[in-house]
């Protein structure tokens, strides 16, 4: 059997893979631990067109990229005077910054159903949630859970920034969908609760030591979760199962033991063709052996890949699983205080959204079947979806805000704003190259340069580029700053 070389930051965890990995792999695997992983980006196509915006913003600001072979709209960024993640861009939601390594669940779905339900079980902070809005093209549905209540604001922010409509955010217990809700999904994506043991640390993910118990007490979960998952699923629909930790009790074996326990329900399916490296998942670990179809599994060793260390699966439910159903928990839809909005007021607010900024909004709820509901003043884009199949399920979250009714005027929202901005054709004010430093700090712009009268219009800031800079009220002598104050 290979030793593996003494090195004072050899964990106990990577010593488990001796045997497996060969002398040389163990090595790599030490060699990479203290270079920093580059950083990855996927820009947002419901804000910009990702080619022309990638090239805008390493032009902008200096970045070296490189596209992802296996992930549309994502690259590395390897060079950065500037954090990408303070840039007015990142603040707006035209791009995400996430692992290389993360992006790899989300592309291994086919996304072939048109306007797709969709299950993200653990979802917070939702990086992975952003990707599944992109490739189901925001149509059908993304029910987005976490299970942790502390999680789920910054879940709520990371969803309204990227500007989805058809989303809708719920806390329950992930275990709990297979029995609320069988059969009814087309893809589910379960980025299982796990020990991060994934070999390669990151400022985010240190390198910390798992215990046996602890990996085994996870795997239950794991185990639960997945079972769950795949009776959520639609017969033919798609799982797939992803951690961030390489230990194999928390891959391999979740899916080996719900195969045995439920056998025939479902396959790993081939999807290695999907990336540039061989990966392939285990079929033996230590005294156990695995089913062999878990070859199939992606393993993502961080010294092959040049990302963090990684696992993930495709399943393809064949079969229902035999869980008995039961009533998921249910609210009168009357008690969230929405209602629809009125045929009157849907063409008063279209009426004045044509007007001011060219912006069919009845052509934009016809496309994504959102429909437009108020909760007192406020005026929001709902999905479709939702009321017809989930109306009754309590949520956290949902839609996207339009804006603030106002006696006979819509105050739009920022978040209609950043999302539909980029197809304005009018009520637009251009800011100057000096003023944009201003403006991003969050501060007023003095005297801008319009002939405008001003009457506390709301318009699209822009600079000389025709970037967008999110919203201003035009006052007397003062571009009032719109600017989420939490973005500032
Ligand atoms: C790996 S993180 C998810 C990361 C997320 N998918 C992303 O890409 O941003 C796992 C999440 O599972 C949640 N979680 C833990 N136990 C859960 C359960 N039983 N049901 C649902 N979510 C759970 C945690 O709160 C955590 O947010």
Redesign the pocket.
Known sequence: MTQPPSSPRFSDSLKRFTGILSEDDLRKIIAIQDAALPTGLRINPLKADPTAAIVALAQRYNWQVTPLAFCDHAWLIHSADFSPGRTIEHRLGEFYLQDAA?MVPVSLFDFDTPRPRIL??????????THLIDRAQDQGLILA????RS?IPALRSVLATWGGVNQVVTN????SFGAWFPETFDFV?L????SMENLRPTPNHPLRQTTQGERLRLQE?QIQ?LISGLGALKIGGQIVYA??SLAPEEDEAVIDRVLRAHSGAFVVEQVADRLPFKTPGLTAFENETYHPSLVHALRLWPHLTGMSGFFCARLKKVRPLPIAPETPPSREFARTGLAPASPLLQSDINTQLLGRYGFDLLEVMQASQARLFTRHASVFLIPGAYLEQFSTLPFEYIGLPLGQWLGDTLQPAHEFFSRFGRFFTRGKIRIEDDQVDTWTAGRDIRYPNTDRTPAGQYLLVEDRDGRILGMGKLLERRLRNMLPRAQV
């Open positions: 993360s993200d079980m653990a979802a917070s902070p939702g990086g992975k949630t859970n976490d299970a942790s999680r329950f217990p992930g275990e994506l980025d299982a609760p796990c979960r979760l951690t961030c």
